[in-house]
């Protein structure tokens, strides 16, 4: 399950709206890098390191025994033809997730698409949630994370570097100045990787949590 892309797209649509609080291009380049970083907790990519055939940082897909999720194994299949630097994969994911993960979602009977207004060209949705069983739970993870210092699960701590990357954490709280400072400060430590030092962790984690420090890379060099 991309429980990381997932998550990350029903904490957006999650508000009075119904729609997602980020604008489009940050949005499409967090979901297109949590997919990676799903795919990274299942071992199926890492990126390259010095001594190997492809150049350092470049994302890999690996051999994975497993089950296939419909919303990223299209990020899969694209470093399987070919390795990839981070910031371009990024950029080829984000321009169909958006789409997989409704449908997913939809599918899963977490949201509706509802339609807005029709353009001339394109027409505008609210996706509002038949259900909070996994939202709810996943905010309450994220707030605990930064406002209680609980090491946070993989999933949450996933959600946190990339809002946090493209200075996205607005979307999903509404703070003081004084509250800012206290989350931007968390959140920089969590997306350092220090969650993993909190937490027990395996193989899945650490895979997870050095792709992530490319994948955070490349997003604060995109922004």
Not at 106 to 125: I, N, V
Request: glycine content about 8%; charged content about 20%; hydrophobic content about 50%.
């Amino acid at each position: 399950m991309a429980q990381i892309a997932e998550d990350l797209f029903l904490l957006l649509v999650d508000n009075a709206s119904a729609q997602p609080g980020l604008d489009s291009p940050r949005r499409d380049r967090v979901l297109a890098a949590a997919a990676l970083l799903d795919l990274a907790h299942a071992c199926r990519i890492r990126p390259a390191v010095a001594g190997e055939s492809v150049p350092p940082g470049r994302l890999v897909a690996l051999a994975a025994a497993g089950p296939r999720d419909p919303v990223v194994e299209p990020a899969f299949e694209l470093l399987q033809a070919k390795p990839l630097g981070a910031g371009a994969a990024i950029k080829k994911i984000g321009k169909g997730i958006q789409d997989g993960l409704v449908e997913r979602l939809e599918q899963t009977g977490q949201l509706r698409r509802t339609p807005l207004s029709a353009k001339r060209f394109t027409r505008d949705y609210a996706f509002p949630l038949t259900t909070r069983e996994r939202a709810g739970p996943a905010r309450a993870a994220l707030l605990s994370a930064l406002f209680d210092r609980t090491p946070p699960a993989p999933s949450t701590a996933a959600v946190i570097t990339v809002l946090h990357a493209v200075d996205g954490l607005g979307a999903l709280l509404s703070l003081n100045d004084r509250g800012w400072r206290w989350v931007h400060a968390r959140a920089g430590e969590i997306s350092s990787g220090s969650w993993v030092d909190e937490s027990p962790t395996a193989l899945a984690e650490v895979n997870l949590a050095v792709t992530a420090a490319t994948v955070r890379q490349a997003l604060m060099q995109l922004v």
